[in-house]
């Protein structure tokens, strides 16, 4: 496995943009997951993107269980040096083999842990 593969994030086009929520580029050896079961089936893919209300993820191997509108939590979004936070995903949108994500019901405390989480990596 190379350990040294680098994620592409968004990043914003003009410099009087905001600072993007999206990390530059997530390493995977800081990898961000989502732990969730759905239908029986333990499911804990690398997040790719990541803001404080959305999040968008590979997942090739479970690709059709996802639908949009589907509400998939509650789930667990672990975030290195940030701990975990319980959120609840709705499926935004699909496009083989990315799941695009909304967090419904995001509390303070959660938000704040992945806004931290996403400057850190800015």
């Known amino acids: 496995m190379d350990m040294s593969r680098i994620i592409e994030i968004d990043e ?8 993007s929520q999206f990390r530059l580029g997530l390493y995977v050896d800081e990898p961000v997951y989502l732990q969730l079961t759905l239908d029986g089936l333990e499911i804990d893919p690398i997040v790719e993107k990541l803001n404080a ?4 993820f590979a997942c090739p191997k479970h690709f059709s269980v996802f ?4 509400m998939i939590g509650p789930a667990v979004l672990v975030l290195q040096d940030e701990g975990m936070a319980v959120v609840y995903p709705v499926v935004k ?5 990315l799941v695009n994500v909304e967090f419904m019901q ?3 405390r959660e938000r704040q842990m992945i806004s931290r989480f ?5």
């Not at 209300?53 to 968008?56: F, I, L, P, Q």
């Not at 639908?67 to 589907?70: A, I, K, L, T």
């Not at 996403?118 to 800015?122: I, K, P």
């Open 93 to 97: 949108s699909k496009n083989w083999p």
């Open 67 to 70: 639908y949009e509108g589907q």
């Open 53 to 56: 209300g959305e999040a968008s």
């Open 118 to 122: 996403t400057r850190a990596g800015a």
């Open 106 to 108: 995001l509390g303070l």
């Open 12 to 19: 914003p086009t003009t410099p009087t943009a905001d600072r």
